[in-house]
């Protein structure tokens, strides 16, 4: 039916018509932060997004970390700005406690029914007091917490829930026996309601996006790791939680057993993982290596003591920066890696120890007790994923992950559905996220007919004059769990502020970030009369928005604002001197208070977004990422720097999987060359680009000569090279390949590779090594793919890899098994004792490569007499990476791929507005990775370019015109051109073209009178911040 | 292993040998993790540990493996096989390398006994009359001596019993004395039951040996007598580990089509317990509070019956000497460590590498402070004893009959060989 | 001065938004330890620091003063703001030295936001330094008085300096990105000259005819006037921009540049009136 009025002219009114009536774009199923990038991606896109989350909040998994590798930024303090986010989205309708129960109709038009259930709350009545939660007679272990602390019958699911609602678990006295009912007594706003029964709303949609996510594997499955038998055995998510401020002992790292802190502690990694046995998950969870080093380094930040052993097998740092970030943790004292897996011998009865018996290689066995011992669980998919997936009519893997496209790993097996995060298979945050926003692209593919037509706007209330008020200043110090309170004398804090000049209200919070808390400010400023604002919390690069967008539903201008940072600048930097942390933090909220006096009102300016996006590099990437945009109706200028398009894939013939790539990408370029949308530039360089989000402009010349094109985005996908390796006598001796020629010398048969009895590869050429400090990734997976594709050539072939780590991660970890199974030989090497290979006659005249290794485990020397030898070469940047670096103004990292804007939560982003990134020229991938990515880079892009406008900062440079000089020394400072010198009649006078500024102020620190001044960093803000920091009390 | 491996013709015969006879033994998949060592008490005697013992398979050494005396001290005990992730069938690995020596150069100890046992139906070769004669011997003597068994039944082949019992071979011959409880127990719960004549030990050495031929033969002729003989509607395995194992995995291994039920002693004397058949009580223990630990057998616990096992043979336990004064081992159960007399171990003539292997058990037997061992098991009990002289310790290692006789006040002056003074003349 | 009687430096830094706040950031969240009376404020680009703000902290007790900025060529903004910072830092430096203040006081590093432990170091290592070389003026061995005179002498010039030196101010040169090359942009001559030779301006009360015009142009009011009355240089707020000798119409040439000569006394009060030629004329 809705397909029938959505080809009919009357969409606008059909759909207005029906907003209030269940009828929405897309439905998102899973409110972890894949779903929730989708909801915001979707909503910002222009699409109405109805967010269905089972538990009683939005959040999930990443909610209960306590940081985030390789960064370990705090994981709740970079997700929750996005609960608030999606809460106040008008665009997002969200329905926590909730769950789908059937799907009916197709892409296009579909019909969901939902089931709410009962809360026994009512939302709309609730405001988060939580006096009933203080009142209720039944303590039941938190599942927050994961049991181990306990919570009240009634509770908030976290102080940072959205909704801030509480909600009455099955452990509730009177659901149970039918008595109590205290609740509904103390509850002032009659928000109990013990009559609530399940809800089923029917809700129309055109497009579905499932993230349910994952859970921890539960080492109950099996018995020999003892898990809920012996008390210090805990799972790593059970550490997160007793690493976390607001865990069950509020960060403090505790035995359940004796509330004594483990100094002593093991952690068994692959718990679950990698495993054959019943009950376990044989692919690789890909995560828990490097969660195990974070936790090992939390553990040291908590106690620098402390001892720390992980018992491993491979270390799989595959990811970008995990490589050093293994390193640091290894360099750490009191730190051992051991190279065994470990059998869990005992506890002992008296003192609650955990005695693990290991083979130390080399060293014999030993027995040896640890205060704690922490498994590495891996990633499993939820419980109810089978049900999950008859409901929406799709299938699922063996392992119960999603059956996916093999092409796109967005597509289920039902069209219009679509899946996001792990529940494609066991990935990390940043991968969950990206997939997130590639599923918004999908989305919008198929539903671009109907964009902005449900969306509405964000309304404020009309912003108060305030600016001829004196200045009365509202202080919030936030405890941040225990994060800050821990250190800082929160208390000391306040009551110090309230002496402050024009400081007028002083509040100290557990959590300011929280919407309870957000809504208190916001009810302050009102009835209170505040026109400043400081929020003494936490870092400004993460919550600024949050708390300017508070100001501005709270009537006032959002740039009254102001961010004390006594967290990362005081109480983590100084939490070993509590006394002068205090002193330091009151001294913050000094320089603060004194800025604030001086802040001034500032308007934003809404800039046109031009809707051609320009995409650099004919990749894979590239080309997909092209492709989606071009779908959603946009022109996009594709610009390859080669005579034709594909990159590296263009020497790739299968995948892992299966894939045909050279099908793949023929299909791919011909879709490219037949879309009117794309327009293709072959041999192309860009020569400039000039202005800024929503409107660059690009210089490039190609085949077709130069063209000036304007775009409001860009997507970079530049891609990567293969290192040419300098060592085995490579290009010195025709039968030392890479693993690149390799795949192409076994597609075009040839018969030297096909009779070769002996092949023996080598792994990690050109990376983890002191000039490439980073892992390439893909060279496992490439070489268990060829070892495969040999075997099923010629199966009596002998194939020996040699490798240091084997990082098949995911589930590539079967082919990897597979491959063992086909009697592919791994042999492990140490760096300082690589495979030699020297070249030798054999007496029958033939010319061998004898390849000598040390064979890790009997300690003996091998020798092969190798035929061919495949070296894994690393994946190295793109030259051409840096030139476009430089023309963008785009960050490099230290390996020499781009750096994002957030490693975590912006994956696809970069620093600088209006650019995206996909590809290799993040970070070496596997082909299903990129397409991931470059459907996310189209998805972030649309987010920007389905607007007529951008928001761009107010604080930009301003002239006072009766003290410029026209000395000139402040326009050529702006390379942006925002800065003019003009005639005038009395002279020379600067002035400034607003929408150029980029706010960095370098005229601002030239001009000698001071004349022009760089908004919201104005001398007087700075001197004020300066004198106070120097302890003069200034208003 | 000094001189380099050379893998220009890498071809892993016995590997593939192997995996003709136990496809599932998933020998090609090693991770070389290492969780296997953790929990082998036999890792690094003679320089070998089982992921040793399989890297050289996959490479091919098969000389090396082929001649591995490992094969003799490590007992199969599965303990890692039990936690291997990749579940590579070790045990039958090493059953392999034992099947792979020349017949006649496997120990002596164990060929004589697998010998004996295909020749005299029981592994010390003494012929069945003598086993007949000692039987009703000394159950003559128990009629005569105790009025309250004056009509104890103890029968060989009786055709029509429903419970068939095997009889270890260790008692009749070399201690008479210890047959009378268990027939005693029985005879308490009025249990109707016989000796099979034919293959009547309750042992298999051949098992031990490797050789699946002897094995086979002595588990055919066993069930044959019982099925076309005797017709027992129960067999039951007595009081010991590997022979419930070579007859329950032997069943299963070689396809023998039977008619009986097959059971350990353990869970029917779980049974009766429950049922209130045997009146066992803790009262003799409740002043003495003697302490007492329980040995899992793995051949009747981790390898086949597993918890179950294990909690039939704490409940029975608990209920002899009473809750409190059970103390465990840890770990026990399935997750319990051999205790390096199995397998043949005892036999197979590497004593020292066996004493330290039993090493770790006895620590933990000691760490308990429990006075006595009970174990259902003729080899546990053999190697318990050896290390706790070897070691110095001061427990004493019982079979369950003795300690449920004990309850019941049924143990008679001669039956008590394996208690201490504490317990010499308690119930006389 | 701490409980224990250790001199505790003050200490600012003035680091940019995306690099080197991120840094300190990290260093936080990886919790590296630094002296707790370091404080930080935010600018968004290290270019943004004036060298008005470190002589202003100076002025008001600061011992050190820290300028953090993204690592060269990778400054978030279009012109390469931290190259503006390092000639900046580099003048203030040369400036202080002058004056006979350690230009170890100041201090200018790079940090990217992935380097937190970096920052951390950086904080230690300057802290320490600080806590060695004592008080301003304390170990230079100059009197209070005296090193707040020699720093407001610099202040006033500051403008005058800005525009003096304009061009190296805003100099991005990556073939001289070293610091080496950046630490010799200014010599000590050229510091020497500037501050010897910096002009005054003087309006001549024979020649000044009242108008106004040089008074209304002045960016800072520094020009005492009324109509018709001889207008005066307050020299206390003139910031020797010189736009009131470019303001003053030629055929009057009131104002005057002096150099290496003290500037006459301000004209009595009875003789401000202006003495016009053309009131003579028509007189």
Request: aromatic share 8%.
């Amino acid at each position: 039916m809705y397909k029938e009025m959505a080809a009919s002219e009357n969409i606008p009114q059909f759909c207005k018509s029906r907003y209030e009536n269940n009828f929405g774009d897309v439905m998102i199923v899973g409110g972890g932060i894949s779903g929730i990038q989708a909801a915001l991606d979707l909503g910002a896109a222009g699409f109405k997004v109805y967010f269905i989350e089972k538990s009683p909040t939005i959040g999930g998994k990443m909610a209960h970390l306590d940081k985030t590798f390789p960064t370990n930024d705090c994981s709740m303090c970079i997700e929750s700005p996005k609960f608030v986010e999606c809460k106040r989205h008008p665009n997002i309708e969200l329905l926590t406690y909730a769950q789908v129960e059937s799907v009916m109709g197709e892409a296009g038009d579909f019909t969901v029914k939902v089931a709410k259930k009962a809360r026994y709350v009512d939302e709309s009545k609730c405001t988060g007091c939580t006096v009933c939660v203080e009142y209720c007679p039944v303590m039941y272990p938190d599942p927050f917490n994961q049991h181990i602390s306990r919570n009240k019958a009634i509770h908030i699911y976290f102080s940072q829930a959205i909704p801030l609602v509480t909600y009455i678990d099955e452990s509730c006295l009177y659901l149970k026996e039918g008595k109590c009912r205290i609740c509904e007594g103390v509850c002032k706003t009659n928000a109990i309601d013990f009559a609530q029964t399940p809800e089923t709303i029917e809700i129309h949609v055109g497009a579905i996006i499932l993230a349910p996510g994952i859970e921890a594997f539960d080492p109950r499955y099996r018995e020999e790791y003892h898990y809920g038998e012996y008390a210090n055995v805990v799972t790593a998510l059970d550490y997160e939680r007793l690493l976390c401020a607001t865990g069950p002992y509020e960060g403090e790292i505790l035995r359940t057993s004796d509330k004594k802190h483990p100094h002593n502690i093991a952690w068994i990694q692959c718990t679950g993982s990698r495993h054959q046995l019943e009950g376990c998950n044989s692919y690789c969870s890909a995560v828990c290596c490097t969660y195990t080093q974070k936790q090992v380094i939390l553990t040291k930040d908590h106690d620098a003591d402390a001892k720390c052993t992980i018992f491993h097998n491979d270390i799989r740092s595959y990811g970008k920066d995990f490589e050093r970030f293994y390193q640091r943790t290894e360099k750490l004292p009191g730190i051992r890696f051991i190279r065994s897996f470990t059998s869990i011998v005992k506890e002992d009865p008296l003192t609650k120890n955990i005695t693990l018996r290991y083979s130390t290689n080399g060293n014999g066995v030993k027995e040896e007790e640890f205060d704690m011992v922490v498994l590495s669980v891996g990633l499993a998919p939820p419980a109810d994923v089978k049900t999950f997936a008859d409901v929406f009519g799709i299938e699922l893997t063996r392992h119960g992950f999603c059956v996916t496209s093999p092409s796109n790993p967005l597509e289920t097996t039902r069209p219009g559905i679509f899946a996001s995060g792990a529940f494609q298979g066991p990935m990390d945050i940043p991968e969950s996220v990206l997939s997130a926003s590639g599923a918004a692209s999908l989305c919008g593919e198929i539903l671009s007919y109907r964009r902005g037509k449900l969306s509405k706007p964000r309304a404020y209330p009309p912003e108060r004059d305030v600016s001829q008020e004196e200045p009365r200043i509202g202080v919030y110090v936030c405890h941040c769990g225990a994060n800050i309170g821990r250190i800082v004398n929160v208390p000391e804090t306040v009551e110090y502020s309230k002496t402050l000049p024009n400081v007028v209200h002083v509040e100290e919070n557990l959590f300011i970030c929280s919407t309870e808390a957000a809504a208190m400010l916001a009810k302050d400023i009102q009835e209170k009369g505040l026109n400043r604002v400081v929020v003494a919390a936490c870092t400004p690069r993460t919550h600024e928005p949050l708390f300017r967008d508070t100001l501005r539903e709270a009537g006032i201008n959002p740039y009254y604002y102001d961010m004390a940072n006594i967290r990362e600048h005081c109480s983590w930097v100084h939490s070993k001197e509590k006394e002068a942390a205090t002193k330091k933090a009151k001294d913050i909220i000094r320089m603060s208070a004194a800025r604030t006096c001086h802040l001034e009102p500032l308007r934003e300016f809404d800039l046109p977004v031009h809707k051609a996006v320009i995409v650099v590099g004919g990749g894979i990437s590239g080309m997909i990422s092209a492709l989606s945009m071009a779908n959603q109706r946009h022109e996009v200028h594709l610009i390859e720097k080669e005579k034709q398009l594909g990159g590296l894939a263009r020497r790739l013939r299968a995948t892992l999987e299966g894939l045909d790539v050279r099908k793949y990408l023929s299909d791919l370029i011909e879709k490219v060359y037949r879309h009117p949308l794309v327009h293709v530039y072959m041999d192309a360089t860009i020569t400039e680009v000039t202005g800024y989000v929503g409107n660059f402009v690009t210089k490039i010349k190609s085949d077709r000569g130069v063209a000036n094109i304007k775009h409001g985005a860009a997507v970079v996908a530049t891609g990567a090279d293969v290192h040419r390796p300098t060592e085995y006598f490579f290009e010195q001796d025709e039968r030392i390949l890479t693993q690149l020629d390799l795949e192409e010398n076994i597609f075009s048969k040839e018969e030297r590779i096909f009779d070769a009895k002996n092949i023996v590869m080598i792994q990690c050429i050109g990376s983890r090594c002191e000039e490439r400090n980073y892992c390439s990734r893909i060279c496992r997976s490439q070489s268990v793919k060829n070892a495969l594709k040999l075997k099923e050539i010629n199966p009596a072939m002998n194939i020996y890899i040699f490798f240091r780590d084997m990082r098949t991660y995911g589930i590539k970890e079967d082919y990897y098994r597979e491959a063992s199974d086909r009697g592919v030989r791994f042999i492990r090497y140490d760096p300082t004792d690589k495979p030699v290979v020297a070249r030798g006659r054999l007496e029958d005249g033939r010319t061998v490569l004898k390849v000598t290794a040390t064979e890790h485990l009997l300690g003996t020397k091998i020798e092969i007499d190798a035929d061919i030898i495949a070296l894994a070469a690393a994946i190295i940047p793109s030259a051409r990476s840096q030139e476009v670096a430089k023309l963008f103004k785009l960050a490099i990292g230290p390996d020499g791929f781009y750096q994002e804007a957030h490693v975590k939560l912006r994956p696809v982003d970069f620093a600088a507005e209006g650019v995206y990134l996909c590809g290799m020229a993040h970070y070496p991938k596997l082909i299903s990775e990129s397409i991931s990515q470059a459907y996310g880079a189209a998805g972030r892009a649309l987010t920007l370019l389905s607007n007529d406008t951008v928001v761009a900062s107010g604080s930009v440079c301003a002239v006072n015109k009766k003290m410029c000089i026209g000395c000139g020394a402040c326009a050529p400072a702006c390379t942006y051109g925002a800065v003019q010198l003009q005639e005038t009649k009395r002279g020379k006078t600067a002035s400034v073209i607003p929408v150029l500024c980029k706010g960095c102020g370098l005229c601002n620190s030239k001009c000698p009178t001071g004349a022009i001044q760089l908004k919201h960093y104005t001398d007087e803000e700075i001197a004020s911040q300066i004198l106070a920091g120097l302890n003069h009390n200034v208003a | 292993m000094t001189s380099p491996i050379e893998l220009n013709d890498l071809y892993c015969e016995f590997k593939n040998q192997i995996l003709e006879t136990v496809p599932a033994a998933n020998l090609d998949m090693c991770l070389t993790c290492g969780t296997c060592i953790g929990g082998c008490p036999a890792s690094e005697q003679l320089n070998m540990d089982p992921r040793k013992l399989i890297r050289m398979v996959l490479l091919g050494m098969d000389e090396e493996v082929k001649k591995s005396e490992w094969a003799w001290v490590c007992t199969m005990c599965a303990r890692c096989y039990w936690e291997c992730p990749m579940k590579i069938d070790i045990p039958k690995l090493v059953y392999g390398i034992r099947a792979g020596w020349p017949r006649e150069e496997r120990p002596k100890g164990i060929l004589g006994s697998c010998d004996n046992h295909i020749r005299a139906g029981n592994a010390m070769g003494v012929p069945t009359e003598d086993f007949v004669w000692t039987v009703e011997d000394v159950a003559k003597e128990i009629r005569e001596t105790d009025h309250r068994f004056k009509d104890l039944m103890v029968t060989v082949d009786r055709k029509g019993a429903k419970i068939a019992l095997n009889q270890n071979s260790r008692e009749p011959v070399t201690e008479p004395d210890e047959l009378g409880p268990l027939w005693k127990i029985l005879n308490a719960v009025g249990a109707d039951w016989t000796y099979p004549s034919v293959m009547w030990a309750g042992e298999n050495y051949c098992l031990f040996l490797a050789d699946d031929e002897g094995w086979r033969y002595i588990l055919e002729e066993f069930v044959y007598h019982i099925d076309n003989h005797l017709g027992c509607e129960l067999v039951v395995n007595t009081e010991c580990g590997h022979s419930f194992f070579a007859i329950y995995e032997g069943l299963r291994k070689f396809k023998i089509p039977h008619k009986f039920e097959f059971t350990t002693i353990v869970s029917l004397y779980a049974r009766w317990i429950r049922e209130g058949k045997l009146k066992v009580n803790t009262n003799w223990n409740q002043d003495l509070k003697i302490k007492f630990t329980v040995q899992d057998p793995c051949n009747l616990v981790r390898k086949t019956l597993r918890e179950e096992a294990a909690e039939d043979l704490r409940f029975v336990v608990r209920s002899l000497v009473g809750a409190e004064n059970l103390i465990d081992m840890v770990p026990h159960g399935t997750n319990n460590y051999c205790c390096g007399g199995g397998g043949g171990a005892l036999q197979a003539g590497f004593s020292e590498q066996r004493r330290t292997y039993g090493r770790i058990k006895y620590d933990q037997i000691m760490k308990t402070e429990a006075k006595y061992v009970v174990v259902p098991c003729h080899n546990c009990h053999g190697q318990l004893e050896d290390i706790c002289k070897y070691y110095g310790g001061d427990y004493h290692v019982v079979h369950i009959w003795t300690i449920m006789c004990l309850s019941m006040d049924m143990l008679g002056e001669n039956e008590r060989t394996y208690l201490g003074p504490d317990l010499s003349d308690i119930g006389l | 001065m701490s409980s224990k009687g250790k001199f505790e430096p003050k200490m600012l830094g003035m680091i940019c938004n995306w690099c080197c706040y991120g840094g300190a950031d990290l260093c936080g969240v990886s919790r590296f330890q630094y002296p707790a009376y370091i404080k930080l404020i935010r600018v968004m680009c290290s270019g943004r620091v004036d060298l008005k703000h470190i002589f202003l902290a100076f002025a008001n007790g600061a011992d050190a003063m820290f300028v953090g900025g993204c690592h060269i060529n990778d400054c978030h903004y279009n012109p390469e703001g931290n190259y503006d910072a390092l000639s900046m830092v580099s003048l203030c430096k040369k400036l202080l030295a002058y004056i006979g203040i350690n230009p170890k006081r100041l201090r200018l590093e790079w940090v990217s936001a992935g380097e937190g432990i970096r920052f951390a170091a950086i904080m230690n290592e300057f802290a320490k330094e600080i806590e060695q070389l004592g008080p301003l003026g304390k170990s230079e061995g100059i009197k209070e008085n005296e090193l707040q005179a020699r720093l407001e002498k610099v202040t006033k010039l500051i403008p005058y300096i800005k525009l003096k030196k304009k061009e190296k101010l805003a100099l991005h040169d990556p073939a001289l990105a070293d610091h080496q090359s950046y630490k010799d942009l200014f010599s000590g001559e050229e510091i020497e000259t500037l501050i010897l030779k910096a002009p005054s301006y003087w309006i001549d009360p024979e020649k000044c005819q009242g108008c106004m015009s040089c008074a209304a142009r002045c960016p800072v009011d520094a020009i005492v006037s009324a109509k018709l009355q001889v207008h005066v240089v307050d020299q206390g707020k003139c910031i020797k921009c010189g736009t009131c000798l470019t303001a003053c119409s030629s055929k009057f040439g009131a104002v005057t540049k002096i150099t290496g000569a003290p500037v006459p006394p301000p004209t009595p009060e009875d003789r401000i009136q202006v003495a016009r030629k053309n009131n003579k004329k028509a007189a």
